[in-house]
């Protein structure tokens, strides 16, 4: 609970008008009401004697240092999204882009990224960042190194683009991908072109640009070496989200069909694991999210299929191969299927992970994605469901607990 929750809760409970609260802790009645809908945030003070007026035995203080343990928490991911976006567009002003070796930095980033929050990574990915730009200011590197240097920087604008994306921040996100095509082509990567291309799909699908991510694909396909690593399977997985939500069912099964033929031609693995690589249990998490968006049917049962799987997968696998975020965001998936099939207790035990997730947890898929389930439990098909009603309830109650 909140504090502005928890003194709301409290005056009511002792009966205390705005008013009434006013006169006892010195602090004006509509400073009080914006604090209570959460419009100001909340000061010592003001806990301190609304928990001696309102008797809470210490409660209200309490409230109040975990919400400001994470406004601090929040305000410094705000300083390093902003810092990591003047790296940003520092790197695309450079005419020439010149790093020095910091490979297995970057390699250690994407394996910790599927297993850490965004917040910390984005942080650690600017810091790299920034003391590759420093040592590309000093031109501190070897003359037969650029062209691993390019890539090394468009890994960590990939990061940082995965990064504000999972905060929530879509035009952070497109600013970093932008970086890491322009390392990319300076590199001649391919590779790294072909996973940027997919990255700026995912963030205009994030946007509902659909038709912009299509273009996003079939430009990224241009670039792809048949075999070489899953980065056509991954662009294909993309462009099957596009169609079903664009709700053509025949050709998204097509492409994922097609998708699944792609990672059997690769002989060749990608060149870096944990975010750049594109693994078959991401590859069935994947489909299950592109159908969901469909009329449900044959659709939501194969999506259903396809994200349990890959929540078996990943539960299977060590933690430090777990996509933590993939996995709980596949839950909602599964939980989006069923309700379209009507089974809404068994959407509620496909949630039942997520509701229980702590603030810090919910990025910001998971909070798009639930509230979709949420939105759906509320049409007159699930009125009378006291089972739908408690589904919808708790999912208006994630961001709160």
Not at 152 to 160: Q, T, V
Not at 232 to 259: K, V, W
Not at 302 to 315: P, V, Y
């Amino acid at each position: 609970m909140t504090f502005a929750a928890a003194l709301r809760e409290h005056r009511y409970a002792r009966g205390m008008s705005l008013a009434d609260l006013s006169d006892h802790v010195h602090f004006h009645r509509g400073f009080i009401h914006r604090v209570e809908t959460g419009e100001r945030a909340p000061n010592r003070q003001l806990a301190e004697a609304a928990d001696t007026a309102l008797q809470t035995g210490g409660a209200l203080v309490r409230e109040y240092e975990e919400d400001e343990s994470v406004r601090e928490e929040e305000a410094a991911t705000r300083k390093a999204l902003a810092s990591s976006l003047a790296t940003t567009r520092s790197l695309c002003e450079l005419a020439d882009l010149e790093i020095d070796e910091i490979g297995s930095g970057v390699e250690e980033a994407a394996v910790d990224y599927l297993g850490w929050a965004p917040a910390p990574m984005l942080q650690r990915a600017d810091a790299l960042r920034s003391d590759v730009l420093k040592r590309l200011k000093d031109y501190r590197h070897g003359p037969h190194e650029r062209a691993d240097l390019y890539v090394a920087a468009g890994r960590l604008s990939g990061i940082l683009a995965y990064a504000a994306l999972d905060l929530g921040d879509a035009g952070a996100a497109l600013e970093h991908a932008r970086a890491a095509a322009r390392c990319a082509r300076y590199a001649g990567d391919t590779e790294l072109l072909v996973w940027v291309r997919g990255t700026q799909s995912l963030i205009a699908r994030f946007n509902g640009d659909y038709g912009v991510a299509l273009d996003y694909v079939r430009d990224g396909m241009a670039h792809v070496s048949e075999g070489l690593g899953t980065g056509e399977a991954r662009l294909l997985c993309g462009e099957a989200q596009c169609l079903a939500n664009l709700g053509d069912s025949r050709a998204a099964n097509a492409i994922l069909n097609a998708a699944e033929q792609a990672r059997e031609r690769v002989h060749r693995p990608d060149s870096v694991p944990g975010l750049f690589e594109f693994s078959e249990t991401k590859q069935r998490y994947y489909a299950g999210s592109s159908l969901i968006w469909l009329d449900g049917g044959d659709d939501a049962r194969r999506a259903a299929t396809e994200a349990q799987a890959a929540i078996d997968s990943w539960q299977q696998m060590p933690a430090e191969q777990r996509s933590l975020d993939d996995e709980r965001l596949a839950h909602i998936y599964k939980a989006t299927a069923l309700v379209q099939l009507d089974d809404v207790e068994g959407a509620a035990e496909a949630m039942a992970p997520i509701l229980t997730l702590p603030r810090e947890a919910q990025i910001s898929w998971i909070s798009k994605r639930a509230s979709r389930i949420g939105s759906m439990l509320s049409t007159p098909r699930f009125q009378g469901s006291p089972a739908a009603t408690d589904l919808r309830e708790a999912v208006a109650a994630l961001k709160t607990s």
